[in-house]
C-alpha cells in the first residue's frame, strides 16, 4: 500500500489557517528543504481546492522562470496531482486530475494503486477527515515559534481523539520545530 504523507505549517497555538500571514518571517534553508524533500519524493500530490488553486497560480510560472525553484516547480508539475472538491472543476495545471465520490472511499482506492508515496501539503479540511479515517501514515508539522491568537486550528474542538506516535522531532535555526507523526496504533 502507497504511503501518504501530509504537511502543514501550524502555529504553537495549533492554528494553521492562512499561513502566509504569519509563517514567511521563519522560512530559511532548513525549511525548505524538508518540505522540498517531502513533496519530491512523491509520485502524486493530493490536494484540496483552495491549495490546488494557490498552487497552480504559483507553481508553473516559477517552473518557467526556472531559478532557485525551478527544480521543485518541475517536481510539482510533473507529478500526478488528484484535487479533492465537492464541485465540478476545470483544472488546468498538467496532470491533475479530480477526485471523483467518497473522500474516505477515493483515497483508500489510491493507495492501494501502484506507484510511489502520496504527498499532501495544506487542505486542512482533506486532512482532517482523512486522520479521522485513518488513512494518514505520516504527519509532518512544522511548528512555528508564534501564538497567532485567532484562526482554524489543526484540531476542531469536540472531536474523537486521535491518538499519534512521535516518529521524529527536529528544532530548525529559526525556532521552528519539524514534527512527524504517525498512527499510534503501528
Given at each position: 500500500?502507497?504511503k501518504?504523507?501530509?504537511?502543514?505549517f501550524?502555529?504553537?497555538?495549533?492554528?494553521v489557517?492562512s499561513?502566509?500571514?504569519?509563517?514567511?518571517?521563519y522560512f530559511d534553508e532548513?525549511?525548505?528543504?524538508?518540505?522540498?524533500?517531502?513533496l519530491?519524493?512523491?509520485?502524486?500530490v493530493?490536494?484540496?481546492?483552495?491549495?490546488y488553486?494557490t498552487?497552480?497560480e504559483?507553481?508553473?510560472?516559477?517552473?518557467?522562470?526556472?531559478?532557485?525553484?525551478?527544480g521543485?516547480?518541475?517536481?510539482?508539475g510533473?507529478?500526478?496531482?488528484v484535487?479533492?472538491s465537492?464541485?465540478e472543476?476545470?483544472?488546468?495545471?498538467?496532470?491533475?486530475?479530480?477526485?471523483?465520490?467518497?473522500?474516505v472511499?477515493?483515497?483508500?482506492?489510491?493507495?492501494?494503486?501502484?506507484?510511489?508515496?502520496?504527498?499532501?501539503?495544506?487542505?486542512?479540511?482533506?486532512?482532517?477527515?482523512?486522520l479521522a479515517?485513518?488513512?494518514?501514515?505520516?504527519?509532518?508539522?512544522?511548528?512555528?515559534?508564534?501564538?497567532v491568537g485567532?484562526?482554524?486550528?489543526?484540531?476542531?474542538e469536540?472531536?474523537?481523539?486521535?491518538?499519534?506516535?512521535?516518529?521524529?522531532s527536529?528544532?530548525?535555526?529559526s525556532?521552528?520545530?519539524?514534527?512527524v507523526y504517525?498512527?499510534?496504533?503501528?
Amino acid at each position: 500500500m502507497r504511503k501518504l504523507t501530509a504537511g502543514l505549517f501550524i502555529a504553537a497555538d495549533g492554528v494553521v489557517e492562512s499561513p502566509e500571514q504569519w509563517h514567511f518571517p521563519y522560512f530559511d534553508e532548513e525549511m525548505g528543504a524538508a518540505v522540498g524533500a517531502r513533496l519530491a519524493e512523491a509520485d502524486t500530490v493530493l490536494l484540496g481546492r483552495a491549495t490546488y488553486d494557490t498552487f497552480a497560480e504559483v507553481w508553473p510560472t516559477r517552473e518557467d522562470a526556472g531559478g532557485e525553484e525551478g527544480g521543485m516547480a518541475k517536481a510539482l508539475g510533473d507529478a500526478r496531482k488528484v484535487v479533492v472538491s465537492r464541485s465540478e472543476l476545470e483544472l488546468t495545471w498538467r496532470n491533475s486530475e479530480q477526485l471523483k465520490g467518497d473522500l474516505v472511499e477515493g483515497v483508500t482506492a489510491l493507495k492501494q494503486e501502484d506507484g510511489g508515496p502520496i504527498g499532501m501539503s495544506g487542505s486542512i479540511s482533506v486532512v482532517r477527515a482523512l486522520l479521522a479515517a485513518g488513512l494518514i501514515d505520516e504527519l509532518h508539522l512544522l511548528v512555528h515559534p508564534i501564538a497567532v491568537g485567532r484562526g482554524i486550528r489543526l484540531f476542531e474542538e469536540g472531536v474523537d481523539p486521535i491518538r499519534l506516535k512521535l516518529l521524529s522531532s527536529t528544532a530548525f535555526a529559526s525556532g521552528v520545530l519539524n514534527t512527524v507523526y504517525g498512527p499510534a496504533d503501528q
